[in-house]
């Protein structure tokens, strides 16, 4: 029942995003799209300067972000891509990044499946521990069974890897544990870097 309740949740949220892009679609006054192999990254009024406080002082800000869903063979299916850049178009890197991630031949779902039920149970899982609703977590078995208690992931490639040689992003799953924040798996040049929540 629980199970079924959290993918149902799971779905609304995809929905719900979906919904906000369908809607800054038609508010939005300049789309711009970038074709990446099978891959269509849409930005909504990505030259537009924002500002911001920063330390009381007010800032312009010039960045854009880039979204899309294809399916990347790495994980054996179709995943949402979300690209942050530091200007009005993704580097050529970052570009460069989202090819390999749609013909990366290897197939790394196991590993990193098995990091994070290693880090859930090492660092979260306890006796006694509960999620934030209250309800105690349920005892680490095996690492396919991190399946139940993770939902995505989605990709994102943020504006630190704007320029460099190496293939850096992070895998963001929603988890039962914090289904607020989620929980983030980097990974650069194919290697688990670091599991963050």
């Known amino acids: 029942m629980l199970k079924s309740l959290l993918t149902m949740y799971w779905k609304w949220r995809v929905g719900r995003f979906r ?5 800054q679609l038609r508010n939005s006054s ?4 970038i074709q990446v ?3 269509t990254l849409t930005s909504f009024n990505p030259g537009k300067k924002r ?3 920063v330390n009381d002082r007010e800032v312009i800000f010039n960045f854009s972000t880039w979204d899309g869903e294809a399916f990347f063979p790495f994980w054996g299916d179709k995943l949402q ?9 993704p580097s050529q890197h970052q570009l460069d990044v989202v090819q390999a991630l749609l013909t990366y031949p290897e197939f790394i779902r196991p590993d990193v499946e098995t990091a994070i039920f290693d880090f859930y149970r090492t660092r979260v899982y306890h006796e006694g521990a509960n999620d934030l609703r209250g309800n105690p977590l349920p005892k680490p078995t095996e690492h396919q069974w991190i399946r139940k208690i993770i939902h995505g992931p989605a ?4 504006s630190r890897c704007e320029e460099g040689n190496s293939v850096c992003f992070k895998l963001h799953f929603g988890c ?5 924040h989620g929980m983030g798996v980097n990974i650069e040049d194919w290697r688990i870097t670091e599991i963050e929540i």
């Open 155 to 158: 990709v994102l490639i943020d």
């Open 19 to 23: 919904n906000q892009l369908e809607r």
């Open 30 to 33: 300049e789309v711009v799209e």
């Open 81 to 89: 891509l979300c690209l942050s850049a530091g200007s009005s178009r």
């Open 51 to 53: 500002t911001g406080l």
């Open 176 to 180: 039962d544990w914090d289904e607020e």
């Open 37 to 39: 192999g099978a891959l």
